[in-house]
């Protein structure tokens, strides 16, 4: 069974810095990503990475300012993701997804069959 548990959302300045974790349970971590929602906007992709070769992918919106990464220590796999130079439209709910659905469209929330519970960011000006 995969399990994902978000942690590290908080509340910022404007230019601040967060670093997003997820814990990662019952999946080798080929095919995972960061997701957000704003209140009223649909869920949008931010950042994917896959194996075998740690491919990543940003949206437009976070290139240059949030980073992807994965470490497995002592058995466990933790996804994260670096923010800086947070910016009041990065607010919103935070979630970590894995485990492709086949769909092949790495920030397609279609494309994801596990999700985290979520972590609230909120930046403000």
């Known amino acids: 069974q995969v399990q994902l548990v978000e942690s590290g959302g908080g509340s910022v300045l404007a230019g601040g810095s967060l670093r997003l974790s997820c814990e990662v349970s019952?999946?080798?971590?080929?095919?995972m990503a960061w997701f957000r929602q704003a209140p009223g906007k649909e869920r949008e992709g931010v950042a994917n990475?896959?194996?075998?070769?740690?491919?990543?992918?940003?949206a437009d919106s976070v290139k240059g300012r949030f980073t992807i990464s994965k470490e497995r220590s002592q058995g466990r796999l933790t996804m994260y993701l670096q923010m800086n130079s947070l910016e009041p439209e990065d607010s919103g709910v935070y979630y970590c997804a894995a485990v492709t659905t086949g769909s092949g469209v790495p920030l397609s929330p279609d494309s994801y069959a596990y999700w985290g519970q979520g972590t609230q960011v909120t930046v403000s000006s």
């Open positions: 990475i896959a194996a075998p070769l740690g491919r990543t992918e940003y």
């Open positions: 019952g999946y080798a971590g080929n095919f």
